[in-house]
């Protein structure tokens, strides 16, 4: 986790530099002008200038001085918890690790945690499920690298858990290394159900860990693993949500999440197609570059079928198939070559 710490008294600043010894993670320390003296520091002038300057730039912020100092400066760039960096309060005694913004994705009360270790102080957090000592799912999702979907109703799952009613975790024993989930889950007091108990467990709400898409009639979120690995080729010029429309296509077709997309991969030729790099942006996933010799090596091994037409435009009679094999480190496919408007598909699992 990157850190800055930001004081604006000279015992601020001493905190900050004894705060940055102590932490294991990276901590670049602010301190306002004229205080500070000797420390090795950045200075400035305006707080609320310099928060609008690195508010996106650190994972964590930590605010020695008043609490209303720091809401106040951060008020205007407060966006999504999915987004927002970790924000702690501490005061110039360190006393108090106050854990402020993005508590559970952002790792705000993790943090609070770890200062209050580092310097005696008292982390206080009022997160409904971590006060009453409760299973959380974004906690679980962060722990194990798993995507919320839908995350609107994140909201009202953990309203059932704070409300004491009873929520349960299911795993889908299809994925590949369910083991270790089950595992990462039960040292956090989770245990997960098989997901084949999904309809009979009597449960207020359910927490599903599975790429695939199910159809449910009690309240519930999926945590979504990385399993999918999408071969991409596509004409010149198709834009972002031509391919985005048939990324969509192809996992309806196989019953699985998008959220579950791994990488995305195509040939060198097709490495600067600006809607190929939105896609892989806004997904926030890998885009795989292979060259043509990688790909027909895999045509080659694996006898896929080729186009003249392709083999004349790009120099390799097929994109999707051998990028998604490549990409996804695997002998078989889930999808094979799948014809989506201007853009060929093809899917397999990421090994």
């Given at each position: ?306 186009s003249d037409f392709v083999q004349k435009q790009i120099g ?10 490549l990409a996804g480190r695997t002998e078989k496919f889930l ?17």
């Amino acid at each position: 986790m990157k850190i800055a710490i930001l004081a604006v008294t000279d015992g601020g600043a001493g905190l900050a530099a004894k705060l940055s010894l102590k932490l294991t993670d990276r901590a670049d320390i602010y301190v306002k002008s004229g205080r500070g003296a000797g420390l090795e520091a950045h200075s400035y002038d305006s707080l609320s200038d310099l928060v609008n300057e690195i508010y996106l730039l650190y994972d964590g912020l930590v605010f020695i001085m008043a609490t209303g100092i720091a809401v106040r400066v951060l008020a205007p760039h407060i966006g999504d918890k999915r987004s927002d960096p970790a924000v702690v309060v501490l005061d110039e005694a360190g006393e108090f690790a106050i854990s402020l913004l993005s508590g559970h994705i952002g790792g705000a009360n993790e943090l609070a945690r770890t200062i209050g270790q580092a310097i005696g102080a008292r982390p206080v957090i009022t997160t409904a499920t971590d006060v009453g000592g409760l299973p959380a799912a974004d906690i679980l999702a962060v722990k194990l690298g798993l995507v919320i979907e839908p995350f609107n109703k994140l909201k009202a799952l953990n309203a059932a858990s704070a409300n004491r009613q009873k929520v349960a975790f299911f795993i889908d024993h299809e994925l590949t290394g369910w083991k270790n989930y089950y595992l990462a889950a039960a040292d956090m007091g989770i245990t997960l159900v098989d997901m084949d108990q999904l309809r009979t467990l009597d449960c207020a709400a359910a927490v599903v860990i599975s790429d695939k898409q199910l159809s449910l009639d009690k309240n519930h979120i999926y945590l979504r693993p990385a399993t999918l690995a999408v071969g991409i080729g596509c004409r010149k010029g198709t834009s972002s949500n031509e391919i985005q429309a048939a990324l969509t296509d192809v996992c309806a077709r196989l019953g699985r999440s998008t959220k579950s997309i791994a990488i995305i991969a195509t040939v060198t030729a097709k490495q600067g197609e600006a809607g190929l790099l939105t896609v892989a942006r806004q997904l926030k996933i890998q885009l795989k570059i292979f060259t043509n010799e990688e790909l027909q090596k895999c045509i080659e091994e694996h006898q896929l079928a080729v186009s003249d037409f392709v083999q004349k435009q790009i120099g390799v009679g097929n994109v999707c198939e051998p990028a998604a094999l490549l990409a996804g480190r695997t002998e078989k496919f889930l999808l094979r070559r799948t014809i989506c408007g201007k853009i060929t598909l093809a899917v397999t699992e990421v090994r």
